[in-house]
């Protein structure tokens, strides 16, 4: 029961930065689509070209998510599936 405020709240953000990464995705018209969300995980098929842009897109929207008195720092991976990602 103490977990759940902070279960919750994580869970909010990454559906915070989620909307951002959509939005931004959508916004600068790549071709690259976010397909998944687990735990605190974006997944997202993204075209060869615009990896590097992707890549950066992600970042700044999951770590500029919610303000917090520590920052929120992200990293990103890249793999042909998620687990090779890892």
């Given amino acids: 029961a103490m977990n759940a405020p902070i ?6 953000i990454i559906k915070i930065a989620m909307i951002n990464v959509y ?8 071709k ?4 998944l969300q687990v735990h605190d995980e974006l997944i997202i098929d993204a075209f060869k070209e615009e990896e590097t842009k992707v890549k950066e897109i992600l970042k700044e929207e999951m770590e ?12 990103v991976n ?9």
Avoid at 23 to 30: A, D, P, S, V, W
Avoid at 64 to 75: G, H, I, T, Y
Wanted: a neutral charge; charged letters at 25%; proline letters at 3%.
């Fill in 64 to 75: 500029k998510a919610v303000e917090l008195s520590v920052p929120l720092v992200v990293d």
């Fill in 7 to 12: 279960q919750g709240t994580a869970a909010d």
């Fill in 78 to 86: 890249v793999g042909y599936d998620w687990y090779s990602a890892k």
């Fill in 32 to 35: 690259s689509k976010l397909i």
């Fill in 23 to 30: 939005n931004r995705l959508n916004k600068e018209n790549l």
